[in-house]
């Protein structure tokens, strides 16, 4: 015997799961006309570490301002040279910025950033500071998301990455992410940097109180370390280094250097390969000098990873640093 019988109507039932969709389909639609019709913010994706530093860079580097010295290159230069500290220890103390990115740029993008900076501040430039480490330096290649991520922010638009279910992108997941959310609602910082940034707000407030610089906040396990140490140039790098040299204004003065790595990390005779590749890339670029007189290994005690040096280490060598560009 039945104790219930149920009678579905159909039209109800389809209404009832169609409303739900169009609600979502017209809010992204409201989305995606706001953005393309100028009734929405630009945007402003500083969603975790990697994106809050590509877009405080770009913002950075296209405000007008001071610096007459600049700094670029991988993540080795915005977490190993403060950026005051430098201009308090250069002869005059000239205003300094850290437009050190990430290793996953390569010198092509970071020439964007150059251009940018010298159109904001013409003539404003005199000295400019590329500072790589030999990791980056034998990359054959950028991070396609990251290049991506910058231009599309340095273009006013909104950067949907590939991976993942397109139909979200369409429907304004990323200009509601990019343009509204990120302003709003600081999000938790993860990995490392954690440490001593526990939001993406503290990442970008840190970056814009410090020029540009960071502190790394790890500790150095030689055991741990991975990767090789047979560092090199890459294949690409010399047409890179062309790239580059193009955005930098007669006129400037351009200094090269190689970050230092871990002693115990590579092998006793680093030094000269260090040497070697500081001098190749010297002439790949032009460069008016060449940091040589910077060590190519420190202590292992002096870093917090493979490529970053801790904050003690950093005070040292961003003194150094400011002896050989005044040499």
């Not at 639609?29 to 860079?57: C, E, H, M, Y």
């Not at 092998?267 to 000269?272: E, R, T």
Request: proline residues 7%.
């Amino acid at each position: 015997m039945k104790s219930h019988v149920y009678q579905i109507d159909r039209k109800p039932l389809a209404w009832a799961i169609l409303q739900p969709i169009l609600w979502v389909c017209g809010f992204g639609l409201l989305l995606q006309a706001g953005a393309r019709f100028g009734g929405l913010p630009l945007p402003s994706p500083t969603l975790d570490a990697d994106r809050t530093i590509l877009v405080n860079k770009a913002v950075a580097s296209r405000a007008p301002g001071d610096a007459e010295v600049v700094l670029i290159g991988d993540s080795s230069c915005m977490m190993n040279v403060s950026a005051h500290g430098l201009e308090e220890a250069l002869p005059g103390r000239p205003q300094v910025l850290n437009l050190g990115t990430l290793s996953f740029l390569d010198l092509p993008t970071m020439a964007t950033l150059v251009r940018g900076c010298v159109a904001a501040n013409p003539r404003q430039l005199k000295t400019l500071v590329l500072l790589m480490h030999p990791e980056a330096l034998r990359r054959l290649g950028p991070s396609e998301y990251h290049v991506e991520v910058l231009r599309h922010f340095l273009s006013g638009s909104d950067f949907c990455s590939p991976i993942g279910f397109r139909p979200i992108c369409w429907l304004g997941r990323e200009v509601f992410h990019g343009r509204i959310w990120s302003r709003f609602v600081p999000n938790p910082i993860l990995g490392n940097l954690s440490v001593r940034y526990r939001f993406t707000s503290d990442l970008d407030w840190e970056l814009r109180r410090e020029a540009g610089s960071l502190i790394d906040p790890g500790v150095f396990d030689a055991g741990a370390a991975r990767g090789s140490s047979e560092y090199r140039l890459a294949n690409n790098l010399e047409s890179a280094c062309g790239i580059f040299k193009s955005a930098v204004p007669d006129g400037v003065r351009l200094v090269v250097g190689i970050t230092p790595v871990p002693e115990g990390f590579v092998a006793p005779d680093f030094a000269a390969t260090h040497a070697r590749m500081l001098a190749q890339l010297a002439r790949w670029l032009e460069a008016d000098a060449s940091l040589d007189s910077l060590p190519a290994t420190l202590p292992d005690s002096a870093f917090a990873s493979v490529t970053h040096l801790n904050e003690v280490a950093r005070e040292t060598y961003t003194a150094a640093l400011a002896r050989a560009l005044a040499e």
